[in-house]
């Protein structure tokens, strides 16, 4: 606009001057011409104002508008939400079936990670409850060794424990189940015949329970370095054949292991089991079974050191459960034979086993103790679930869906 103004101007000036000395004009028409020049000139100036006020006055309203929200952001503070107070969970389930100096122990730290286990649908329904049984000889006629059976009993209490719903399975199983809550059927048993034996004493006593209901067994293999060439083949037949499972009994047959035990004899027991096992077998054995019931602190320590995850004493404290192993932090004068396992600290590498003749009376037991156990889960499930919910859903999240 004032470009256009100014060469308009200019054209005048010009045109004026000429005028003036080729026309000689009249000094009205001089007038009159520099009067137009004025007053654009006047328009100009008064022009220049309005259009920087109005320019300012564009600039300035963003801001005062600006000014006016934030103040308004600044008055209406958002809704504060209460943190959710977790609730206090509840003591660990108790049996009246126990011995009252047998008080069941946890073995996982991790709160979060047992409950996110525990209520895992696709895990091991709460309650589901596991008999270890301890077996030596199986007899024709009278029992000749502590722990042994009669044949006749032993059919007697296979039958009453496929009769009440239970169902065996192997060391890995149980180790799954015990670490990790993987399922198993809610009433199984681990059947362990310590010692050596020969191919004939597994398929005359078990191989039925194994083609009929797909029972395994578990042997504890003692690795005597004098076994017989034929013994060792007709086990690892077995091994080979996926349902006589062995598993470790130490190396020098009558070796009885405790805190007093030498670095020597400790580490030949149990190394020893898993370089014979690595040869013959061609596997690490899971599990150690303690020759003789006997165990202390430093073996134990040792053998999770090797890498065992399982142990098995020859104390009957009663069934177990995913983090649920009852024992025993003091000695029982009434059962001086049980070694006190709860101080130790560990207890899958310290777990009790029932003996032959206890069984059959002790199924009713452990069939009410189950559950008892699932009721009690099911009486506290919602304060569990929303305890992990407060706590552990932001570091483990959600528990996994049906």
Same mark, same amino acid.
């Given at each position: 606009?004032?470009?256009?103004?100014?060469?308009?101007?200019?054209?005048?000036?010009?045109?004026?001057?000429?005028?003036?000395?080729?026309?000689?004009?009249?000094?009205?028409?001089?007038?009159?011409?520099?009067?137009?020049?004025?007053?654009?000139?006047?328009?100009?100036?008064?022009?220049?104002?309005?259009?920087?006020?109005?320019?300012?006055?564009?600039?300035?309203?963003?801001?005062?508008?600006?000014?006016?929200?934030?103040?308004?952001?600044?008055?209406?503070?958002?809704?504060?939400?209460?943190?959710?107070?977790?609730?206090?969970?509840?003591?660990?389930?108790?049996?009246?079936?126990?011995?009252?100096?047998?008080?069941?122990?946890?073995?996982?730290?991790?709160?979060?990670?047992?409950?996110?286990?525990?209520?895992?649908?696709?895990?091991?329904?709460?309650?589901?409850?596991?008999?270890?049984?301890?077996?030596?000889?199986?007899?024709?006629?009278?029992?000749?060794?502590?722990?042994?059976?009669?044949?006749?009993?032993?059919? =007697?209490?296979?039958? $009453?424990?496929?009769?009440?719903? *239970?169902?065996?399975?192997?060391? @890995?199983?149980? +180790? #799954? %189940?015990?670490?990790?809550?993987?399922?198993?059927?809610?009433?199984?048993?681990?059947?362990?015949?310590?010692?050596?034996?020969?191919?004939?004493?597994?398929?005359?006593?078990?191989?039925?329970?194994?083609?009929?209901?797909?029972?395994?067994?578990?042997?504890?293999?003692?690795?005597?370095?004098?076994?017989?060439?034929?013994?060792?083949?007709?086990?690892?037949?077995?091994?080979?054949?996926?349902?006589?499972?062995?598993?470790?009994?130490?190396?020098?047959?009558?070796?009885?292991?405790?805190?007093?035990?030498?670095?020597?004899?400790? =580490?030949?027991?149990? $190394?020893?089991?898993?370089?014979? *096992?690595?040869?013959?077998?061609? @596997?690490?054995? +899971? #599990? %150690?079974?303690?020759?003789?019931?006997?165990?202390?602190?430093?073996?134990?320590?040792?053998?999770?050191?090797?890498?065992?995850?399982?142990?098995?004493?020859?104390?009957?404290?009663?069934?177990?459960?995913?983090?649920?192993?009852?024992?025993?932090?003091?000695?029982?004068?009434?059962?001086?034979?049980?070694?006190?396992?709860?101080?130790?600290?560990?207890?899958?590498?310290?777990?009790?086993?029932?003996?032959?003749?206890?069984?059959?009376?002790?199924?009713?037991?452990?069939?009410?103790?189950?559950?008892?156990?699932?009721?009690?889960?099911?009486?506290?499930?919602?304060?569990?679930?929303?305890?992990?919910?407060?706590?552990?859903?932001?570091?483990?999240?959600?528990?996994?869906?049906?």
């Amino acid at each position: 606009m004032i470009y256009y103004v100014a060469s308009f101007l200019s054209d005048e000036i010009s045109f004026t001057i000429h005028f003036m000395q080729n026309q000689k004009s009249s000094l009205y028409y001089i007038v009159f011409r520099i009067a137009i020049f004025l007053a654009i000139i006047f328009l100009l100036i008064s022009c220049a104002p309005f259009a920087n006020t109005s320019a300012i006055s564009t600039k300035e309203t963003p801001k005062a508008s600006s000014i006016t929200n934030t103040a308004l952001i600044a008055t209406v503070e958002p809704t504060q939400i209460p943190p959710r107070t977790p609730p206090e969970l509840p003591a660990i389930y108790q049996s009246k079936y126990l011995n009252p100096l047998d008080m069941p122990h946890t073995y996982i730290e991790d709160v979060c990670q047992y409950l996110r286990n525990r209520w895992n649908p696709a895990g091991a329904q709460p309650g589901a409850v596991v008999m270890i049984i301890m077996i030596h000889g199986v007899y024709k006629g009278p029992v000749e060794q502590s722990g042994g059976i009669n044949v006749g009993d032993l059919a =007697t209490m296979m039958e $009453q424990l496929h009769k009440q719903g *239970f169902d065996a399975i192997d060391t @890995k199983q149980f +180790l #799954a %189940f015990m670490e990790r809550n993987i399922k198993i059927p809610a009433r199984s048993v681990l059947i362990i015949q310590d010692d050596r034996h020969q191919a004939d004493n597994f398929n005359k006593n078990f191989r039925d329970y194994w083609e009929n209901w797909g029972w395994p067994i578990v042997n504890g293999w003692q690795s005597q370095p004098d076994t017989p060439e034929s013994l060792w083949q007709e086990n690892i037949t077995l091994e080979n054949e996926g349902w006589v499972d062995h598993q470790a009994q130490g190396v020098m047959i009558g070796t009885f292991m405790t805190d007093d035990s030498s670095k020597a004899v400790i =580490t030949r027991e149990l $190394q020893g089991s898993i370089d014979a *096992f690595a040869q013959r077998y061609g @596997k690490t054995p +899971l #599990a %150690f079974i303690w020759p003789g019931g006997g165990f202390g602190y430093r073996p134990v320590l040792a053998a999770r050191q090797l890498g065992y995850q399982l142990g098995f004493t020859s104390n009957s404290r009663g069934p177990v459960m995913y983090n649920w192993v009852p024992q025993a932090n003091e000695e029982d004068p009434k059962r001086p034979s049980f070694i006190p396992e709860g101080n130790i600290g560990d207890p899958l590498m310290t777990l009790p086993r029932y003996w032959p003749y206890q069984v059959v009376d002790a199924i009713d037991q452990v069939r009410i103790m189950g559950n008892e156990a699932a009721a009690y889960a099911q009486a506290n499930k919602a304060i569990e679930l929303e305890y992990y919910d407060i706590v552990c859903a932001p570091t483990h999240g959600p528990l996994p869906s049906p």
